[in-house]
């Protein structure tokens, strides 16, 4: 059961670093689930203080994800448009890799830029509010992308601590 719930975990632990890029997907909450897998295994001792303290930061992260954007778009002037044409642009460079890996990039941009134009007739202020938006995404990305890595982190360290206690047969 063991190398079960650590295997599951370990997925966990890779769709969150992949929802961490993926607006649909809560990337630190799913590597969260990913640590809580692994210590309920028999054979990593229970540390209720320390999953506490990661929830409590993939809860912040997970809200805070939401927040960044807007206090973006709202800095430079932008709307909900922007933010709007961020998230599409995000999917079109994620179902669409027409640009590679730097769609990832370009996309969302390009997304944000043409949300603020079908909202405003100012190309200018349009430009200036798609980048808001475009840097709120790309921060609240890197963030969520950091507290994922860090908890995969955490995985590979308990886990290699662990591994002879999983695997004993």
Same mark, same amino acid.
Request: aromatic share 16%; hydrophobic share 60%.
């Given at each position: 059961?063991?190398?079960?719930?650590?295997?599951? *975990?370990?997925?966990?632990?890779?769709?969150?670093?992949? *929802?961490?890029?993926?607006?649909? #997907?809560?990337?630190?909450?799913?590597?969260?689930?990913?640590?809580?897998?692994?210590?309920?295994?028999?054979?990593?001792?229970?540390?209720?203080?320390?999953?506490?303290?990661?929830?409590? %930061?993939? /809860?912040?992260?997970?809200?805070?994800?939401?927040?960044?954007?807007?206090?973006?778009?709202?800095? +430079?002037?932008?709307? @909900?448009? *922007?933010? +709007?044409?961020?998230? %599409? !642009?995000?999917?079109?460079?994620?179902?669409?890799?027409? #640009?590679?890996?730097?769609?990832?990039?370009?996309?969302? $941009?390009?997304?944000?830029?043409?949300?603020?134009?079908?909202?405003?007739?100012?190309?200018?202020?349009? %430009?200036?509010?798609?980048?808001?938006?475009?840097? !709120?995404? /790309?921060?609240?990305?890197?963030? @969520?992308?950091?507290?994922?890595? %860090?908890? $995969?982190? $955490?995985?590979?360290?308990? +886990?290699?601590?662990?591994?002879?206690?999983? +695997?004993?047969?």
């Amino acid at each position: 059961m063991d190398i079960l719930l650590t295997l599951i *975990g370990f997925v966990f632990m890779l769709v969150g670093i992949i *929802g961490s890029f993926l607006p649909i #997907l809560p990337g630190p909450p799913m590597s969260w689930i990913g640590l809580l897998l692994l210590y309920l295994t028999k054979s990593v001792e229970n540390n209720w203080l320390f999953l506490s303290i990661t929830l409590a %930061v993939a /809860l912040l992260v997970f809200a805070l994800d939401y927040i960044i954007p807007a206090m973006g778009t709202k800095k +430079f002037g932008g709307s @909900k448009a *922007g933010i +709007f044409g961020t998230t %599409v !642009g995000l999917l079109v460079a994620i179902f669409f890799p027409i #640009l590679g890996p730097i769609g990832i990039v370009v996309w969302p $941009f390009v997304g944000a830029l043409v949300g603020e134009l079908l909202n405003k007739t100012e190309s200018k202020t349009a %430009v200036k509010a798609a980048f808001g938006s475009f840097l !709120g995404f /790309l921060t609240g990305t890197f963030i @969520k992308f950091i507290v994922a890595c %860090v908890y $995969f982190g $955490f995985f590979l360290s308990t +886990f290699w601590e662990h591994k002879s206690l999983i +695997f004993s047969f």
